[in-house]
T-cell receptor, first 112, second 113 residues
């Protein structure tokens, strides 16, 4: 059974600082996804990571994937208040099997 | 406007009364999926569909049915709802399974009393 763990669960950080959210998963996977959810809202796709060493960046967010370590990171650079949200990673086992398992989520609060 | 729509957005119902939550996308996407979100349990996949007439179970399919008769629609059916199906439900779609981002609907908040 595929298990996905995110750390930390809660993160409060000051504007301008850098931080990293970690997503570990338990079995071999082809793909890893990152999503953002604002309070009371739906989910928004951020990144799709498809191969070992994949790195994607959008604004102040950068995601990477290490399939050998079964680890993905979401790095936040020079945080700003509007990045406050809950971030989820999700993992699918292999192409052809689209069963997605989500991490628990990291609630990020950026303090001015 | 490209979007995923869900109806109803809010529903309060009683145990055992069959209900359907509709999901529709106007982007000609092949892949569609249903999720539920519960405090403390996070997001869990209920069912997904790779294309018309192709559906498969996610992590928590018990008590739910789906059908995919048309590409644009993927309704979620609760034949006999129970209180433990009280949850926030999201539908999502993607151009093709696997390599593309998913587009999520606005969510349906269901309460079963």
């Amino acid at each position: 059974e595929l298990k996905v763990e995110q750390n930390p669960l809660f993160l409060s950080m000051q504007e301008g600082k850098n931080y990293t959210i970690y997503c570990n998963y338990s079995t071999t996977s082809d793909r890893l996804y990152w999503y953002r959810q604002d309070p009371g809202k739906s989910l928004e796709s951020l990144f799709v990571l498809l191969s070992n060493g994949a790195v994607k960046q959008e604004g102040r967010l950068m995601a990477s994937l290490d399939t050998k370590a079964r680890l993905s990171t979401l790095h936040i650079t020079a945080a700003v208040h509007d990045l406050s949200a809950t971030y989820f990673c999700a993992v699918a086992p292999r192409f052809g099997n689209e069963k997605l398992t989500f991490g628990t989520g990291t609630r990020l609060t950026i303090i001015p | 406007e490209a979007q995923v729509t869900q109806n109803p957005r809010y529903l309060i119902t009683v145990t055992g009364k069959k209900l359907t939550v509709t999901c529709s996308q106007n982007m000609n996407h092949e892949y569609m999926s249903w999720y539920r979100q519960d405090p403390g349990l996070g997001l869990r996949q209920i069912y997904y569909s790779m294309n018309v007439e192709v559906t498969d179970k996610g992590d928590v399919p018990e008590g739910y049915k789906v059908s995919r008769k048309e590409k644009r629609n993927f309704p979620l059916i609760l034949e006999s709802p129970s209180p433990n199906q009280t949850s926030l439900y999201f539908c999502a779609s993607s151009p093709f399974p696997g390599t593309y981002e998913q587009y999520f609907g606005p969510g349906t908040r269901l309460t079963v009393t």
